[in-house]
């Protein structure tokens, strides 16, 4: 170790003790450190296993206790060891919970000096730590680390309710999220949650209306970049079914369709046994069988276990009949409605009674039909106790005791509580008598 010493106060002489001997003096302390150095690497100590280099063979001795692999200096509170005495001191601020050194610019405090000098590289915008494969450059070398797995391709995070692997675990943490149905990361505007910091951020460009994504063959904007992709794969559909020639510009669209074909149902109930060919089609499937209602209709209270349940009743509120019949002009709320009525304009009777052997055109009414049979009146008015097998049939009762009259005879004024009644009187308007027209031509003269 070399000791300085001031000679002269005027002429600010420095001296070294290890060159006293020659009597050698500076003006400037840079050339008497310069000196020092030059002296100093005559006494080098290097490593001979990884080639690094100490003026002190103590620190030498010191270094090679790591290529020992021994860990003699044990921290009392986790267990975890160390080479170097002076590492289980760092390591023990840690527990302490001091953070004596602290960032100048954004106030964030840090247990060891090392750990503030890689946090201010963030603030200079230095990226020192560069990936040897791809060029990619990072701040700190344990993010330089953890994105080196990706070029491995060692997948060593695994999730243990999917089977799901990952290169870096913080992935793998993210990914659990789904399974736990956490969502904390709320849209402000609309409300929807995500999992994901990053999918809210995609999400919330919906409502900023912006468009930075556009198409350069046909100038469309999208909000995501994610949509231009598939947008520009439009056309271009290389994927092939093999049994019905559909194609798909993507090979996982392709292996979805390939479910629907007869016999491509791998997705099984374990509860009815009932067979799906896609896995999303199961999942709303078993929501039946919980007999959870989450999707309530917020004008009548009316709940279902599915949203698109949900959608189409919603639509008998709005008045909305976008379903129209091309032979009567009839018009519905629902699809499925129009295609049982358009059975009628058929004739087909598809549903028949196993009892009687009468056919109908809707299930609907064949189970209906069959409450005959079973002599089942489940449906009970609460005013004379008299029992029907349909609800229906119970509605018009009803009528009989409020005295409501709801159907009129549009040439003679006369109400009636049931429909079939009203029926049954407008005969009397049509219904010609042949017997008076017989009497008439025998005694014509």
Do not use: W
Not at 146 to 160: E, M, N
Not at 261 to 288: E, N, T, W
């Amino acid at each position: 170790m070399a000791f300085i010493s001031i000679q002269s106060p005027d002429f600010r002489l420095c001296s070294c003790r290890e060159t006293e001997s020659s009597g050698r003096s500076f003006v400037l302390i840079t050339s008497l450190l310069l000196n020092i150095l030059s002296i100093q690497s005559a006494n080098v100590f290097t490593c001979d296993q990884c080639g690094k280099s100490f003026t002190r063979s103590s620190s030498l001795k010191v270094h090679q206790l790591i290529h020992t692999g021994v860990k003699a200096f044990s921290c009392d509170q986790c267990g975890k060891s160390f080479a170097l005495s002076s590492n289980l001191k760092r390591h023990q601020l840690i527990h302490a919970g001091v953070k004596a050194f602290s960032c100048k610019l954004c106030g964030k405090s840090f247990t060891l000096s090392s750990n503030l000098k890689v946090h201010q590289l963030i603030h200079a915008g230095v990226k020192a730590f560069s990936c040897d494969q791809c060029g990619k450059s990072f701040n700190r070398p344990d993010h330089l680390k953890a994105h080196q797995v990706i070029h491995t391709g060692a997948k060593a995070f695994s999730c243990d309710q999917c089977g799901k692997s990952f290169t870096q675990k913080s992935d793998l943490k993210t990914h659990q999220l789904i399974h736990s149905g956490v969502k904390e990361f709320s849209c402000n505007q609309c409300g929807k949650s995500f999992t994901q910091k990053r999918y809210l951020k995609t999400h919330q460009v919906i409502h900023s209306g912006v468009k930075a994504f556009v198409c350069s063959q046909c100038g469309k904007a999208f909000t995501q970049i994610g949509n231009l992709k598939r947008h520009q794969v439009i056309g271009v559909k290389p994927f092939v079914c093999g049994q019905c020639g559909k194609a798909f510009a993507h090979s996982y669209r392709l292996k979805v369709h390939e479910l629907i074909h007869p016999g491509a149902k791998h997705f099984s109930c374990d509860h009815c046994g009932k067979s799906f060919a896609r896995l999303g089609y199961l999942k709303a499937h078993q929501v039946i069988h919980t007999g959870v209602k989450a999707f309530n209709c917020d004008q009548c209270g009316k709940s279902f276990n599915q949203k698109r349940d949900l959608k189409q009743h919603e639509l008998i509120h709005s008045g909305v009949k976008a379903f129209v019949c091309g032979q009567c002009g009839k018009a519905f709320t629902q699809s499925s409605a129009l295609k049982q009525h358009q059975l009628v304009h058929t004739g087909v009777k598809t549903f028949g009674c196993d009892q009687c052997g009468r056919f109908f055109t809707r299930s609907s009414n064949l189970k209906q039909h069959q409450l005959i049979h079973t002599r089942v009146k489940t449906f009970g008015c609460d005013q004379c106790g008299k029992s029907f097998t349909r609800s229906s049939s119970l509605k018009q009762h009803q009528l009989i005791h409020t005295g409501v009259k709801a159907f009129d005879c549009a040439q003679c004024g006369k109400s009636f509580a049931r429909f079939h009644h009203l029926k049954n009187h407008q005969l009397i308007h049509t219904k010609v008598n042949p017997l008076k027209y017989e009497q008439c031509e025998v005694f014509d003269p």
